[in-house]
């Protein structure tokens, strides 16, 4: 699922003999994608907006969800990796990244200097293939991805909205023998470039890859409320595991799990839950998929002694996605997804809603929504 297929251009910058001996080449991949597409939300909201959906969110208009350009270098065991974006989708999921103000002769930092930049690493691969990288990374809780080509669906799931997108830092990859390899993860927190605390997020990781199965199982915990929040400083855990199975060459299935707890000033918020996934090859060219998902929050506390929510403005949340995809030649994805939404509580828009969305917030008026999404991805 997260393999992609990228048309490469492979340009050699340097192969000089030095008084030492000769320098390693120099390999550079550049590649580039676009998404974009046309929805319609059957509850008609008069703003416009599929809410909580992530990065298909607008209704009646065609829009780019994400053009992104990836450039990738490699020198020996030396790597680097450059991904520039732009469109609805980095606007999105950079909303949680922290604003912190600047000085006169210091920059602010917040959502609008970092979301063109998807993912910015380097790293180095040793003789006896452990990894150490550093930067910005996609998140690696989960199996969706952002681009929308290496995914099954065209919206991504309650869990990948709800969940950590993004963390900067550092992480160590050690292969471990029979198909295993363990990663070490020490990132700023969840969602944040420049951290809203002064504690870091840690992490461990296994991922096994067989001929038929892959596996990963994850933990991660750090402090994530921002200095000085009402909850205090609690340690937030996550717990994450996923598998994929090809069950035959022509259906795969996959099911996620994350569950998490913070035991905080107010008692202790926590999390469940889980997706289940099926891909059905019909043709080389044509593919059908299915997603159900189911997410609920406890959120300690009660009356007006609240902790504040971690993911939703409703207790639970869930959809149900169906997704017909064609894929005429390499590099090209057209994708016609039905998707309902269901709620606990008003979380969506439908008919006319209240506010402007500056001086009064919109305010959600319905407990479901249902689209029709027809939307194209081609990559290079």
Known sequence: MKAGTWSTAW???ASAATAHGEQPETKVTVGA?????????FRTP??????????????RTFTIENAAIDVKGER????????????????????AEPALPGTVGVNATGPELWKYLQQATFGYTTANKIVVEGGLFPSPIGPEVIPIKDNWNWSRSNLFLGLPFYHTGARVAVPLGGGWVGTLHAYAGWNSVVDNNDYPMVGASAFYTGDKIS????????????TGAPEGKPWRNLFDAYATLQVTDELSILGQVDAGFEPNNFGTSGWLAGALYAKYEVTPALYVAGRGDYFRERVAGEGAMNAGPLFWPSKWIASGTGTFAYQPLTGLSVRLEYRHDQAQDDSF??????GDGVTVPFVPN?????????????SF
């Open 76 to 95: 020996g065991g030396l790597t680097g990796r450059v991904v520039l974006q732009i469109g609805a989708t980095p606007s999105t999921y950079y909303l």
């Open 349 to 354: 828009f439908g008919g006319g809603v209240e």
């Open 366 to 378: 319905r407990k479901a929504q249902d689209t029709l999404t027809l939307g194209a991805a081609a």
């Open 11 to 13: 340009l050699v910058l």
């Open 33 to 41: 994608y676009v998404e974009t597409y046309y929805q319609l939300n």
């Open 215 to 226: 596996v990963q199982l994850m933990y991660c915990g750090g402090i994530e409320r921002p």
């Open 46 to 59: 008069s703003n416009g907006i599929t809410n909580l959906r992530g990065f298909d969110n607008r209704e």
